[in-house]
Every structure is written in C-alpha cells, then in structure tokens.
C-alpha cells in the first residue's frame, strides 16, 4: 500500500457474527452506553427496556429520584420480566409467572411462602444490577462490575472537541427539551457508521443541504473530527447569508438559552465511543445513539435538542429537523450500500483509507485494541 493510504479493517470485521459477538463482550458489555433520555424517566417507577451488551437491561427512576438499571431477568426461575419496551410500573416489578416482586432499584421485597423460610435473606435475591449515571440529560449505563472511568472514558472525549471544560456545558444539554426524535433502523454494521460520521470525504458526493450551510464540507475535510488533534478547536462556520442551521439555509429557532457569541454560526461534532455522536449548533442539539443488534444491523436513535421555550412555545422546528433528517437518511443510505460488500471476496482484504480519511485510522486502533478477533481477521487476510 502506498503511504498515501492505509488499509481499512477487513471485510470480515464488518460481516462476521464471531467478530460481533466479540465486540459485545468486550466493547458493548464494558463500555459506558448512553441508553435514554433523562426525561423519558420522569417519575418514579417510569421504565424503559433496552437492549445493549447482549442483555436486555430495565431503567427505571427509582423513588429516591435517582435513576436505577437492572438486568431484565428474574432471579428466581429466569423468567423475563418486562415485555414492553417503555411504561410506568404502578407501585413495583412483579414477575408475571410466579410473582416475585421487586423494588424500582431491584430489591426483592415480596415472594409468595419465601417469608416462611428463615434461612432466606431477601437481599441475595435482587435484580443483578449495571452501573448508572446521568450526563447531559441522558443515563448511562455499564453493564460491567469494574467500570472504566466515567469521567476519562465519557466527560474527557466530550471536552476534548473544545480543548476546555467550560465549552459543552454552554450547551446546557441537561436542560433542553427534547423536540423530535427518530429511529433510524439500518443494515449496516455499527462500525461503518462510525466510521463515517468520522470523515467529511462523502459530503461533496452525498450531502448537498449540508454543504450549502457548511461551505467548508465542501472540500471533504473532516475539520469537525481533525481540529482538535491539530490543536483546532474551532467549529465549521455557517456560509455567507446563511441564517440557521435547516434544510435551506433560512433562519432557525430561538437560540439556546446560555450560548456565547462566540458559539454562535458554527457547527461542533464529536463522538464518544463507542456509541455516541453528538452534534452542535446554535439553536439545538443532535444527539445520535447506537444500539447494535448484529453484525449487520444496527439502530440509530436521533433526540434533536431544543432550548425548553422553543418546545413550550411550540415554534416551527420542521426545517430544523428536517436537514439533519436529510443528513441521516443520506448516510444511512450509504453505509447500507457500503454493508453489502462487506462480505465479498474483493473486500476480504479490505479497502484503503485516502489522507484526509487517515484519522479513521486511531478508531481502528481502538477496535483492535480490544477485539481479538478483528486483530485475527487481519492477521488472515494480509497472509492470503
Ligand atoms: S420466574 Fe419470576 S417469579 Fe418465578
Ligand atoms: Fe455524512
């Protein structure tokens, strides 16, 4: 390979269900994983049902108001307890078959004849529970006993993009109020999605909204991923007369509400890995999560994130929504078309990576890092 390129990871790496199976235990099982806005746990006893890690994990908001994660299995028989993926418990979690009943934190605390038996403790017959904090109005959940650090893992990357603590927090993401969200259900491996939020290579070819409101996209430089390893921490600046961040370029929604003007037309975007893409402008927020659920599917949760009057007042947010919506249908599109080769013996050695996709490169590295089998793949297809 020339040095002007780098190879990808192999095809293999993308298709494999060992490869993704992998990388649930030793990246989805490990990590910290955004699952839910802080908002949709509004009152004790509200729930919602994901699946991450290969488990299926119940959040709830606990009595105290703090917000609880526990596996979706009973203790006693392994029954599933919670079918639907989102309600209010009324006043606990009780298992259908035989009706252990636990506390919103997981407490055992009815069983019908365990009273009976003193040699019972009903605290060794808890919910398993994952770790839990809330950040910027989401809970985050690690399924693991030994977490990695929340603030080194999840807070630093975050930061990094400003190359400061203070930047994010004018953002005041914990504070906005959620305007649309939506589910994008795409047939392509988590990784490809990643790895193409990372580049700006495809926005000339792809995105022609975004690059009308972002001109300097339209060279396909990834200045919103590479700034901050060049020491850069400035955002993308909106173009000449364009007045807000929408499908055409007309003016937005009232701002949010403790934003500098130093913030104000420009475009942030940072990832935290594995799983999270956050994206910043002016006037609201677009917050991406991933859920994978195979090596080639995976889910794209989209929150777009509005100062709390635009909401209340119930201004027009739909050409708000509506470029970004654009900007996802346009890449989901082509990571599905980039999945469908991803098995072909012409890919089984993979592609390359051009200069200004070479950053791709530390994602790599970071994969590798911690899946074997990625590592393995390699090994194979630069032999054969
Ligand atoms: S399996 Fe849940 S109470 Fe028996
Ligand atoms: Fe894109």
Not at 5 to 22: D, R
Not at 109 to 125: E, G
Not at 159 to 169: P, S
Not at 311 to 340: G, K, P
Request: charged share 20%; net charge negative.
């Amino acid at each position: 390979v020339p040095a002007s390129l780098i190879p990808t990871l192999p095809g293999h790496a993308y298709a494999s269900a060992e490869v993704f199976a992998e990388e649930t235990r030793e990246i989805f099982a490990r990590s910290w994983l955004c699952v839910a806005r802080s908002s949709q746990l509004s009152e004790p006893g509200a729930f919602r049902v994901v699946d991450i890690g290969g488990e299926s994990v119940i959040v709830t908001r606990g009595r105290d108001g703090s917000a609880n994660a526990v596996l979706n299995v009973c203790r006693h028989r392994g029954a599933r307890l919670c079918t639907e993926s989102e309600g209010t418990l009324p006043r606990a979690l009780r298992c259908p078959y035989h009706a252990w009943t636990y506390d919103f934190d997981g407490r055992l605390i009815a069983a019908p004849n365990l009273a009976d038996l003193p040699d019972i403790d009903r605290a060794d017959y808890g919910l398993v529970r994952a770790q839990v904090r809330e950040w910027l109005g989401y809970v985050w959940v690690c399924l693991s006993d030994d977490p990695p650090s929340f603030e080194q893992t999840v807070v630093a990357p975050a930061n990094e993009r400003f190359g400061n603590d203070q930047t994010l927090g004018r953002y005041t993401l914990d504070r906005l109020s959620v305007g649309a969200t939506i589910t994008y259900d795409v047939a392509a491996n988590w990784k490809i999605i990643i790895e193409n939020f990372y580049e700006c290579y495809h926005c000339p070819t792809i995105h022609p909204e975004l690059v009308e409101v972002l001109p300097e996209f339209q060279q396909g430089l990834a200045t919103q991923w590479t700034a901050a390893t060049q020491g850069q921490f400035k955002g993308a600046d909106f173009g000449t007369g364009i007045e807000g961040f929408t499908i055409d370029g007309a003016a937005g929604v009232t701002p949010l509400p403790e934003l500098t003007a130093d913030l104000d037309r420009q475009y942030f975007g940072m990832t935290i890995r594995p799983q999270v893409i956050i994206n910043l402008v002016p006037d609201h927020i677009i917050f991406h999560r991933l859920f994978p659920l195979a090596a080639d599917h995976t889910l794209v949760v989209c929150d777009w994130l509005f100062n709390p009057e635009v909401v209340a007042n119930h201004e027009d947010t739909t050409r708000s929504v509506a470029l970004f919506d654009r900007v996802n249908q346009q890449d989901m599109a082509v990571c599905e078309r980039a999945q469908l080769g991803m098995s072909s013996r012409a890919y089984a050695g993979g592609g390359v990576l051009v200069p200004v996709e070479h950053h791709i490169n530390d994602f790599y590295d970071w994969v590798r890092a911690r899946v074997s089998s990625v590592r393995t793949a390699e090994a194979l297809s630069t032999v054969g």
